[in-house]
């Protein structure tokens, strides 16, 4: 146990039932509002930034312009009967 945890558990020893009820609800609201956010399906923008850079060691635009002359080669090999 924490010595946070520890210091806490002895002030809520000196509040009165009433007050204790009043805390447990409280730390409840604010359980559940964290589980709301866990839960909630995260939006694009929530993920930016999250991938290293550059990603499997290749800049984005160096690996579009790599893929699409890859593709126009093959293309043309495919028409040429190659």
Same mark, same amino acid.
């Given at each position: 146990? $924490?010595?946070?945890? =520890?210091? !806490?558990? =002895? ?5 009165? /039932?009433?007050? @204790?009820?009043?805390?447990? @609800?409280?730390? %409840?609201?604010? !359980?559940?509002? $964290?589980?709301? #956010? #866990?839960?909630? *399906?995260?939006? &694009?923008?929530? !993920? *930016?930034?999250? %991938?290293?850079? /550059? ?5 984005? =635009?160096? &690996? #579009?312009? @790599?893929?699409? @002359? ?5 293309? $043309?090999? #495919? !028409?040429?009967?190659?």
């Amino acid at each position: 146990m $924490s010595p946070l945890l =520890q210091q !806490l558990l =002895q002030q809520v020893d000196q509040l009165s /039932p009433e007050d @204790r009820l009043e805390l447990i @609800r409280q730390i %409840a609201q604010g !359980l559940k509002k $964290s589980e709301e #956010v #866990v839960t909630a *399906k995260p939006r &694009w923008a929530d !993920l *930016k930034g999250m %991938a290293p850079y /550059p990603m499997m060691g290749e800049d984005a =635009q160096d &690996w #579009v312009s @790599r893929t699409r @002359r890859e593709a126009d080669e093959h293309r $043309s090999q #495919v !028409l040429r009967g190659e």
